[in-house]
């Protein structure tokens, strides 16, 4: 028997993901799981024309930063969506893809909830896709979930 424990969903904050959260978080509350949403904040270098004089963010941006999508994940969550058995935020640095994996395996997540935003053609070869290397790295499920409510016409249209 399949037993789902716990469901990651994670969130850039987009239309695409809140879809994706709100799906999670019935789920989770179905199948009386804890629900860990998950923000990973991509390390930002300025560049400048000589490397070697690119300015430093200073740790309070960091600091902010993290606080800021901290509160936001707490807010993402709407009471009628559900109620999960138990509920967990992170915000990681990194990669998506590389953070996402890794938060998974660390706390021996069971089903990852994760949005694709439908793009085709050359949008997605250019920009790749997160949920697709997610899908092939993942230690556990992989459950995708398309807003086709906000995804681009198909092609031809």
């Known amino acids: 028997m399949i037993e789902i424990r716990k469901i990651l969903a994670p969130t850039d904050f987009s239309i695409h993901a809140g879809k994706a959260v709100r799906y999670a978080c019935r789920l989770a509350e179905r199948l009386d799981s804890e629900l860990h949403l998950l923000h990973v904040l991509s390390e930002i ?6 490397p070697m004089l690119a300015p430093v963010l200073p740790p309070e941006y960091y600091k902010e930063t993290e606080e800021q999508s901290r509160i936001a994940l707490a807010q993402s969550v709407e009471p009628d969506w559900g109620h999960p058995r138990g509920f967990q935020a992170a915000v990681k640095w990194g990669g998506p893809v590389e953070a996402i994996v890794e938060y998974a395996a660390q706390n021996e997540i069971d089903l990852i909830v994760i949005a694709t935003h439908g793009r085709s053609g050359l949008s997605h070869v250019l920009l790749g896709s997160v949920a697709e290397r997610i899908v092939r790295e993942a230690p ?13 016409p198909p092609r031809g249209v």
């Open 140 to 152: 556990c499920p992989v459950l995708t979930i398309r807003d086709r409510e906000h995804a681009p």
């Open 45 to 50: 270098i300025p560049a400048g024309p000589d």
